[in-house]
């Protein structure tokens, strides 16, 4: 088994880019999975804290705003700014796409570090197929998870609209 050191932040460095067992790296699936959650999980960490920052200064703007006497018009575009970064925060999920991103990585490294040593599961003959089948699983359910996410905004967004009456 080989490691190398992951100290720069660069995924292309990382352990599980590097990492061998027997002499052969970890499964092209594998890595390409955990690559992904990790740039998602880096991307949507950026976006929301741009959003959350955004919203935070707007928010903080406003009462220093009306102390200065600005026109209502500044005033009320602050509150709307505000309210627009709090709902793309709230729409696209990006706290809970943050955290699941980096919850489904760590899971994918943890079972690589236990592939790498041979631990239980990976004890086995099989153990190349038990890493990425258990690896698809986490993914497969990662993607159900947003999925669910997803319909319960739009199930909230549903019941939040005002019914139509019908054409007669």
């Known amino acids: 088994m080989r490691w190398a050191a992951d100290t720069s932040g660069d995924l292309g460095t990382h352990w599980m880019i590097t990492a061998e067992r027997d002499g ?3 499964p092209v699936t594998v890595v390409a999975k955990w690559q992904w959650y990790k ?3 880096r991307r949507d960490r950026l976006r929301y804290a741009v ?3 955004a919203a935070l200064a707007g928010s903080a703007a406003i009462p220093v705003a ?3 006497h600005l026109d209502s018009v500044v005033i009320a575009a602050l509150g709307a700014f505000v309210l627009i970064a709090t709902g793309i925060r709230t729409t696209f999920g990006l706290h809970e796409n943050w955290v699941e991103h980096s919850q489904i990585g760590y899971a994918i490294e943890r079972e690589a570090a236990l ?3 041979s631990s239980p599961p990976y004890d086995r003959a099989d153990a190349v197929q038990v890493l990425v089948a258990r690896v698809e699983t986490l993914s497969d359910e990662g993607g159900q998870q947003w999925a669910r996410r997803r319909m319960s905004v739009e ?3 549903q019941s939040h ?3 139509r009456k ?3």
């Open 166 to 168: 019908p054409v007669e």
């Open 115 to 117: 592939f790498l040593h």
């Open 24 to 26: 052969q790296q970890l």
């Open 155 to 157: 199930r909230g967004r």
């Open 39 to 41: 740039k998602g999980s």
């Open 51 to 53: 959003i959350e920052i």
């Open 66 to 68: 009306a102390a200065a």
């Open 161 to 163: 609209e005002t019914p």
